[in-house]
């Protein structure tokens, strides 16, 4: 039987379940452990600013409860998502308050039993050099994540610290957001719902990697034509989404400890699902990557669909990609 190569473990992240907690009948505690519990599986990604109202910091015996909560059922975390909030007030905070507002997350993060933390690639900046002791002290991998556009043409110098610092508790986490060869149908209906130009929508569907359409993203931005009720997804165009192959991270890839195998919704016409993580997996496979893949689902922003079996039909379908066997269309 095929399995995955070696090293690679196969999570999802605890952020697919947000409607599930912003309706609040279960808590965010209660949601993360049902991934486990129906075997979705067994290493999952949480988002500390969901799972306790004490965030940024929680306490020890909240983060031992869980821990164990999922050791009960065979399950641990894998990666915690962690934030530096930049201002306090109307002042922007200084490295120190930055650091010392990061630190309790990663000492919940540690209690947690995670293997590592998450940030924004680059948000950190000098703060990244003067966590690695602490980093250290807790055997925390912190993994700076970029996606989207978030290339290394775009942001070299991010990319460059990770590789400067050069240490197994910095690594860079790669969002295959950043490798869409298409964008998901479903968020160009309802960009169509929601009365974006029909032109525009075409040139979405039919030329998205061409360098002319971001040029009219912007464009069409710019001229207040965008309806006010989809603004805010229109906004996942210049953010989001990316248009890169794997040939545009190759000089990574030996930096990546963490990937998010994102996706939308579950519709593969032309592969535009599949494609992707069959391109990373052996690009990948050809570094001798070892860490967690993980399902991660964007598509909650315009979709109503049940969080659990969207997360379950994309892990079946990443495990066949990813596992040694041969391409099915190769």
């Given at each position: 039987m095929?399995?995955?190569?070696?090293?690679w473990?196969?999570?999802?992240?605890?952020?697919?379940?947000?409607?599930?907690?912003v309706?609040?009948?279960?808590?965010?505690?209660?949601?993360?452990?049902?991934?486990?519990?129906?075997?979705?599986?067994?290493?999952?990604?949480?988002?500390?600013g969901?799972l306790?109202?004490g965030?940024?910091?929680?306490?020890?015996a909240?983060?031992?409860d869980?821990?164990?909560r999922?050791?009960?059922?065979?399950?641990?975390v894998?990666?915690?998502?962690?934030?530096?909030d930049?201002?306090?007030?109307?002042?922007r905070?200084?490295?120190?308050?930055?650091?010392?507002?990061?630190?309790?997350?990663?000492?919940?993060?540690?209690?947690?039993?995670?293997?590592?933390?998450?940030l924004?690639?680059?948000?950190?900046?000098?703060?990244?050099?003067?966590?690695?002791?602490l980093?250290?002290?807790?055997?925390l991998v912190?993994?700076?994540?970029?996606?989207?556009?978030?290339?290394?043409?775009?942001?070299?110098e991010?990319?460059?610290?990770?590789?400067?610092?050069?240490?197994?508790h910095v690594?860079?986490?790669?969002?295959i957001?950043?490798?869409?060869?298409?964008?998901?149908?479903?968020?160009?209906?309802?960009?169509?719902?929601?009365?974006?130009?029909?032109?525009?929508?075409t040139?979405?569907?039919?030329?998205?990697?061409?360098?002319?359409?971001?040029?009219?993203?912007?464009?069409?931005?710019?001229?207040?034509?965008?309806p006010?009720?989809?603004?805010?997804?229109?906004?996942?165009?210049?953010?989001?989404?990316?248009?890169?192959?794997?040939?545009?991270?190759a000089s990574?890839?030996?930096?990546?400890?963490g990937?998010?195998l994102?996706?939308w919704?579950l519709d593969?016409?032309?592969?535009?699902?599949?494609?992707p993580?069959?391109?990373?997996?052996?690009?990948?496979?050809?570094?001798?990557?070892?860490?967690?893949?993980?399902s991660e689902?964007?598509?909650q922003?315009w979709?109503?669909?049940?969080?659990?079996?969207?997360?379950?039909?994309?892990?079946?379908?990443?495990?066949?990609?990813l596992?040694?066997?041969?391409?099915?269309h190769?």
């Amino acid at each position: 039987m095929s399995a995955l190569p070696a090293g690679w473990t196969l999570s999802a992240s605890a952020f697919n379940l947000t409607p599930e907690v912003v309706r609040a009948e279960r808590t965010a505690p209660d949601l993360a452990v049902t991934l486990v519990e129906r075997g979705l599986a067994s290493a999952i990604e949480v988002e500390l600013g969901q799972l306790w109202r004490g965030y940024p910091a929680a306490t020890l015996a909240e983060a031992h409860d869980l821990r164990d909560r999922l050791d009960a059922v065979g399950g641990r975390v894998s990666i915690v998502g962690v934030s530096i909030d930049e201002w306090d007030g109307h002042r922007r905070r200084t490295d120190d308050e930055r650091l010392a507002f990061l630190e309790p997350q990663l000492r919940t993060s540690a209690a947690l039993g995670a293997q590592g933390v998450r940030l924004p690639i680059g948000q950190a900046g000098a703060v990244l050099e003067r966590a690695l002791p602490l980093l250290e002290e807790l055997d925390l991998v912190l993994y700076e994540e970029a996606q989207g556009y978030q290339t290394p043409t775009a942001s070299p110098e991010a990319y460059a610290r990770i590789a400067e610092i050069d240490s197994p508790h910095v690594r860079l986490l790669l969002d295959i957001s950043m490798l869409m060869p298409a964008l998901p149908v479903t968020y160009l209906e309802a960009l169509s719902r929601g009365g974006v130009d029909p032109a525009l929508v075409t040139l979405l569907r039919d030329h998205w990697r061409e360098p002319g359409t971001h040029g009219a993203v912007v464009d069409h931005l710019r001229s207040g034509r965008v309806p006010g009720p989809v603004h805010t997804l229109y906004m996942n165009l210049l953010v989001r989404f990316g248009r890169s192959g794997v040939s545009d991270v190759a000089s990574v890839l030996p930096l990546i400890g963490g990937v998010h195998l994102k996706f939308w919704d579950l519709d593969d016409a032309d592969h535009r699902l599949s494609d992707p993580l069959r391109d990373v997996g052996a690009a990948l496979a050809a570094t001798g990557y070892t860490g967690t893949l993980c399902s991660e689902w964007g598509g909650q922003e315009w979709l109503d669909d049940d969080p659990w079996e969207m997360t379950s039909r994309h892990l079946a379908l990443a495990a066949g990609i990813l596992s040694d066997r041969p391409s099915p269309h190769a």
